[in-house]
């Protein structure tokens, strides 16, 4: 089985962060099962990429972040996928929010006949605060989009339920709880 991963990866001399660490040790749990894993990411090709499994979609630098995808990545993805024959695709979310690509990435991989998963990894907070609504909001803004992931992997059955109300169809969550 080949498995299409967008994750995060870190620039050189940056130790990372929590979607770094968890895009790298996501890749080498699923390589050390034996899955050929396609990796996306943003950022700058390095030379441990030559193996043409990982993929440097390019990105445009924000805030030192590398979240804005160049203008050409659509068809980047398309043709990488369909080269590699890639039979599942998995997205760490968010991948892409500012370029779209979280939104647009389950039409591109069903025009190609390959099912794709998500795991959300957005903060909530259920508390009448600043940061509470604004998280809820953000949960609001995501829920249409991901409605077209085939599953997509949440933390809590708060979540769930919320994301359910916002019209997500809860047979396409899957609750994880976090291991921290």
Not at 112 to 119: C, D, E, K, Q, S
Not at 123 to 140: E, H, I, K, Q, V
């Amino acid at each position: 089985m080949k498995l299409a991963l967008f994750g995060h990866k870190a620039r050189r001399g940056e130790r990372g962060d929590g979607l770094i660490t968890y895009s790298r040790e996501l890749l080498r749990g699923l390589k050390a099962r034996g899955l050929d894993v396609v990796f996306f990411y943003h950022g700058e090709k390095t030379r441990e990429d030559e193996d043409g499994l990982a993929i440097s979609i390019g990105s445009f630098n924000l805030f030192n972040k590398d979240v804005i995808s160049t203008p050409y990545v659509r068809s980047l993805i398309t043709d990488a996928l369909a080269a590699q024959k890639v039979d599942v695709a998995h997205a760490s979310l968010s991948f892409s929010l500012l370029s779209g690509l979280d939104f647009s990435l389950p039409d591109l991989c069903h025009e190609l006949g390959i099912p794709i998963a998500a795991t959300l990894h957005f903060p909530y907070d259920r508390r009448l605060t600043f940061w509470g609504s604004a998280s809820r909001s953000l949960y609001r803004l995501y829920a249409s989009p991901l409605s077209k992931y085939d599953a997509v992997v949440i933390f809590s059955e708060e979540q769930k339920a919320l994301l359910s109300d916002y019209g997500v169809p809860p047979e396409r969550l899957r609750v994880v709880p976090n291991g921290v």
